[in-house]
């Protein structure tokens, strides 16, 4: 990521690029592409405005759904017009951009487990999907460890998936149910370990070897 920032000029132009190449399909607001990427919206917008004059993106009309809540009476919804932003699959560079922004390694596998690892006592941490460039894997993380906290380690998720420009698929199991599941074959194990993924931390098999 720091070495793209560079090239790229910004963190936030390279977050950004990422979520419209990971999201071709979709059309998104400059405020909620703001908010994906955790980013400053007069960033934001200056950014979009580059991304469409070079032909990376185009405009599209969307209807903005606002709902507010009101004491006592029924929530007020509130829908208008406005500019909406999807990737312009005409761009003559995609191709070699997206082999660049996504085949690159998106985060550091050391600076990933150290973030984890403020959730609690971490034991494995396997990385698939989107990290190893498998779209067809069922997981992006599988995440095992002992008195985990959920809530950190969905804070963690939040900041890396606004980095990446992309939701993340994960599980997080203790690991007396880790082993439990490995134990019986369970289908989501196997659907990890079975097919291509990367160990990031494995505690587990060094107790073994002990």
Same mark, same amino acid.
Request: proline share 3%; glycine share 4%.
């Given at each position: 990521?720091?070495?793209?920032?560079?090239?790229?000029?910004?963190?936030?132009?390279?977050?950004?690029?990422?979520?419209?190449?990971?999201?071709?399909?979709?059309?998104?607001?400059?405020?909620?592409?703001?908010?994906?990427?955790?980013?400053?919206?007069?960033?934001?917008?200056?950014?979009?405005?580059?991304?469409?004059?070079?032909?990376?993106?185009?405009?599209?009309?969307?209807?903005?759904?606002?709902?507010?809540?009101?004491?006592?009476?029924?929530?007020?919804?509130?829908?208008?017009?406005?500019?909406?932003?999807?990737?312009?699959?005409?761009?003559?560079?995609?191709?070699?951009?997206?082999?660049? &922004?996504?085949?690159?390694?998106?985060?550091?596998?050391?600076?990933?487990?150290?973030?984890?690892?403020?959730?609690?006592?971490?034991?494995?941490? &396997?990385?698939?999907?989107?990290?190893?460039?498998?779209?067809?894997?069922?997981?992006?993380?599988?995440?095992?460890?002992?008195?985990?906290?959920?809530?950190?380690?969905?804070?963690?998720?939040?900041?890396?998936?606004?980095?990446?420009?992309?939701?993340?698929?994960?599980?997080?199991?203790?690991?007396?149910?880790?082993?439990?599941?490995?134990?019986?074959?369970?289908?989501?194990?196997?659907?990890?370990?079975?097919?291509?993924?990367?160990?990031?931390?494995?505690?587990?098999?060094?107790?073994?070897?002990?």
């Amino acid at each position: 990521m720091e070495i793209l920032s560079k090239l790229f000029g910004s963190p936030t132009r390279v977050k950004l690029m990422r979520f419209f190449l990971f999201n071709p399909d979709k059309i998104y607001s400059s405020k909620e592409a703001a908010s994906r990427a955790h980013a400053l919206p007069r960033e934001t917008e200056k950014e979009l405005r580059i991304f469409e004059k070079v032909g990376f993106i185009k405009r599209r009309g969307i209807i903005e759904t606002e709902l507010t809540t009101r004491r006592n009476k029924k929530p007020l919804v509130r829908r208008r017009k406005t500019v909406g932003w999807t990737l312009d699959r005409l761009f003559p560079y995609l191709l070699p951009l997206k082999n660049l &922004i996504i085949n690159t390694t998106l985060i550091d596998h050391r600076e990933m487990v150290r973030r984890l690892a403020r959730a609690g006592s971490l034991k494995l941490v &396997i990385a698939a999907g989107v990290f190893i460039q498998e779209e067809e894997s069922r997981l992006d993380l599988l995440i095992v460890g002992d008195h985990l906290k959920k809530t950190v380690i969905g804070r963690v998720v939040k900041a890396m998936e606004s980095e990446i420009g992309k939701e993340l698929r994960y599980v997080i199991l203790e690991t007396s149910e880790f082993k439990y599941r490995a134990s019986i074959c369970d289908k989501l194990i196997r659907d990890v370990t079975d097919y291509p993924h990367q160990k990031l931390l494995d505690k587990l098999e060094q107790e073994k070897e002990e």
